[in-house]
T-cell receptor, first 113, second 115 residues
Framework: TQLLEQSPQFLSIQEGENLTVYCNSS?????LQWYRQEPGEGPVLLVT?????EVKKLKRLTFQFGDARKDSSLHITAAQPGDTGLYLC?????????????FGKGTKLSVIP | DSGVTQTPKHLITATGQRVTLRCSPR?????VYWYQQSLDQGLQFLIQ???????AKGNILERFSAQQFPDLHSELNLSSLELGDSALYFC??????????????FGSGTRLTVV
């Protein structure tokens, strides 16, 4: 069973600050995704990274996949109240026969105006 | 609107009862996944169907079952309900057998409360 550990669990910051959240595992993943979930809604896909060392940017969000494809980070620059939500990482196991994504428990981010 | 439709949005029922949750995947998606989300466990994979066939099983209890119909909609049946089954149940869909590269599209979930 692949486990994804996310840290920190909770993060409360002021508007305009930068932050980084982490997603770590002892397992290798063929790809890793980040989702954001708002209360009462389902998670929404933000990005997919598939190559070790890959960096993707989505406006103020920067996603990185570790070289060994076991970890990932999400960096938000100049956080805004609209960034508030639960950030989930999810991995697709490397190797044949694994079809579903394994999710971390998430980082709950609150951005205070 | 994500394109994945889940009904009902809320469900309150008594212990011992049986309920059915329904999911219509995004148009064109062949895979349907069911997940259970609770505060302490996060999103837990239950089961996956692809084009009508069961393809993967997670930590799904024997009291729970699912199926995918020819029109690709799916139902999750929960029986002999216990208080601990109270959770958010999400359905997600993806175009292919593996969701890794294409990602999932989630519905808004069904909040089940067992009293």
């Amino acid at each position: 069973t692949q486990l994804l550990e996310q840290s920190p669990q909770f993060l409360s910051i002021q508007e305009g600050e930068n932050l980084t959240v982490y997603c770590n595992s002892s397992s290798v993943f063929s790809s890793l995704q980040w989702y954001r979930q708002e209360p009462g809604e389902g998670p929404v896909l933000l990005v997919t990274v598939v190559t070790g060392g890959e960096v993707k940017k989505l406006k103020r969000l920067t996603f990185q996949f570790g070289d060994a494809r076991k970890d990932s980070s999400l960096h938000i620059t100049a956080a805004q109240p609209g960034d508030t939500g639960l950030y989930l990482c999810a991995g697709a196991a490397a190797g044949a026969g694994s079809y579903q994504l394994t999710f971390g428990k998430g980082t709950k981010l609150s951005v205070i105006p | 609107d994500s394109g994945v439709t889940q009904t009902p949005k809320h469900l309150i029922t008594a212990t011992g009862q049986r309920v059915t949750l329904r999911c219509s995947p995004r148009s064109g998606d062949l895979s349907v996944y069911w997940y259970q989300q609770s505060l302490d466990q996060g999103l837990q994979f239950l089961i996956q169907y692809y084009n009508g066939e069961e393809r993967a099983k997670g930590n799904i209890l024997e009291r729970f079952s699912a199926q995918q119909f020819p029109d690709l909609h799916s139902e999750l049946n929960l029986s002999s309900l216990e208080l601990g089954d109270s959770a958010l149940y999400f359905c997600a869909s993806s175009p292919r057998l593996t969701g890794g590269h294409y990602g999932y599209t989630f519905g808004s979930g069904t909040r089940l409360t067992v009293v």
